[in-house]
């Protein structure tokens, strides 16, 4: 399939002002950036992030848009900061609210869903993994309601769920969207919780509450996350051209 | 346009002049795949020729793995920003693998297939004189899995989703065809000093 959404325009480098900054967890905050011309994307899909210091030297990262294309004008940043990062430390520590980045995109053909695609979908995140899923979870509510979602999410603890109050409000009121919690190093706060790693039972439960097959499965978080899961869904029976991984970290 | 507030972590100056515009140097060996790492066992394990449609000549994995091997230390690049300097790789060359089936004269351009139906395309002359490799060891030891193993392509001065994990075809072509990166938005050729990560950069 080609990337319909692609045009030359999308790699070009522009300047985006940081108009709002939100913490999500100790280690993550949101981070709103309003570009000087904004174009709509598929839900997934990344930006790629450059910064300048004065002496010319450049670097550059990748972020997830972890808001839906209807956010017209805006788009939303996932960040972890890591301890031995360069842009990460830079963004939580030192960026503020008026300050100016470049960015280019929304880039990414493959991990990335729109209507076309349908369902039922099963997501499973890893920590910060979340944000592209997000996307997902979001652009589906406003688009396709009937499409039936499981959104199996990893975080240490009740604490460290990224967008843990959106989705729980998402998983009471809308009727095909299904929040599944699983908490490495926590009890589970939901009866529908589950107080342990990600393993095969896991995914074999978010499995049966989509019902039948996904036709798709996103599985984004570090490397060792997604290749844990993609392992226990091989193991499951899952047709591996069904499913689409980004991985970070290494 | 300087960022305010930002002066990059201290990068060492000697290793400045190996790292591509946009990239920075990594210690770790992080995994990039688009789907599950498929599970190739070596009993199934096989290479294949291709000119156009037709198979020219196929390889088990001891086959393959009897063919000379070649040792190459080489700096490699990924287009989402990281770079590794002198990573040692173990394999067979395209070189010796073409000899091995007596072609000489070649197609301009190659589509590289995987076990999992990733595809990737690579001019051919990227792929002879010494310049790329089927890779089967790492650091001295079979390639794991996550990186590609049993086997993978190699074509280290190339962005390294050139570097087709799980390789099992090589497809000679008259005409550049697209691969499974490049039909979604990534860059024909991807060379990492012209920056040229996706369609559209120079």
Redesign the interface.
């Known amino acids: 399939?080609?990337?319909t959404t692609?045009e030359?325009g999308?790699?070009?480098w522009q300047?985006a002002v940081i108009e709002r900054i939100e913490r999500q967890t100790e280690r993550v905050k949101s981070f709103f950036l309003r570009p000087q011309t904004w174009r709509s994307f598929r839900a997934g899909q990344h930006l790629?992030v450059?910064?300048?210091?004065?002496d010319g030297?450049?670097?550059?990262?990748?972020y997830s848009v972890a808001s839906p294309p209807e956010f017209e004008g805006l788009y939303e940043l996932v960040v972890e900061r890591l301890e031995d990062g360069?842009v990460s430390p830079?963004l939580h520590d030192?960026?503020e609210v008026g300050?100016?980045?470049?960015i280019r995109g929304p880039?990414?053909?493959?991990?990335a869903w729109g209507p076309e695609d349908g369902g039922p979908l099963l997501l499973v995140g890893g920590g910060s993994g979340v944000a592209p899923l997000m996307s997902i979870v979001r652009h589906r509510a406003a688009v396709s309601r009937d499409v039936a979602v499981v959104l199996l999410q990893a975080a240490r603890t009740w604490d460290n769920v990224i967008f843990r109050e959106e989705l729980i409000g998402r998983d009471a009121a809308e009727a095909n969207f299904t929040l599944l919690l699983s908490l490495s190093r926590d009890t589970a706060h939901r009866p529908q919780d589950y107080g342990r790693r990600i393993d095969a039972s896991l995914l074999n439960i978010s499995l049966a509450r989509l019902g039948t097959a996904p036709r798709l499965t996103f599985a984004c978080g570090s490397?060792a996350f997604v290749?844990a899961v993609?392992?226990y869904?091989?193991d499951l029976g899952s047709d591996?051209?069904t499913?689409?991984?980004e991985?970070?970290?290494? | 346009?300087?960022?305010?507030?930002?002066?990059?972590?201290t990068?060492p100056a000697d290793y400045a002049d190996r790292i591509p515009?946009?990239?920075?140097r990594?210690d770790?060996?992080?995994?990039?795949?688009?789907?599950?790492?498929?599970?190739v066992s070596l009993g199934d394990w096989s290479f294949t020729l291709k000119i156009g449609p037709r198979p020219v000549m196929r390889w088990t994995w001891e086959e393959l793995t009897a063919l000379p091997q070649t040792k190459m230390t080489r700096d490699i690049h990924c287009v989402?920003?990281?770079s590794k300097l002198n990573t040692p790789w173990r394999g067979v060359l395209i070189d010796d693998i073409l000899a091995e089936a007596g072609l000489t004269s070649l197609p301009d351009y190659t589509l590289a297939h995987s076990f999992?139906?990733y595809s990737t395309n690579v001019p051919t002359a990227d792929l002879i004189g010494g310049k790329a490799m089927v890779a089967t060891h790492y650091e001295g030891q079979p390639l794991t899995p996550?990186h590609g193993g049993p086997a993978r392509l190699l074509v280290p001065h190339l962005y390294f989703w050139k570097s087709a994990k799980w390789i099992n075809a090589l497809q000679f072509l008259e005409r550049d065809e697209a691969g499974?990166?490049e039909?979604?938005?990534y860059h024909i050729y991807g060379d990492p000093w012209r920056e040229q990560?996706?369609?559209?950069?120079q």
């Open positions: 399939m080609m990337d692609l030359e999308h790699v070009q300047e790629d450059r910064l300048t210091a004065p030297y450049q670097a550059q990262r990748s360069e830079f030192v960026a300050d100016a980045i470049e880039i990414g053909g493959h991990f490397n290749e993609t392992g869904l091989l591996p051209k499913i689409r991984t991985r970070f970290g290494g | 346009m300087a960022t305010r507030g930002f002066t990059g972590k990068s515009p946009g990239q920075s990594t770790g060996f992080p995994v990039l795949s688009a789907g599950p790492t498929p599970r989402t920003k990281w999992d139906g996550a499974f990166w039909l979604r938005g990560r996706y369609r559209g950069d």
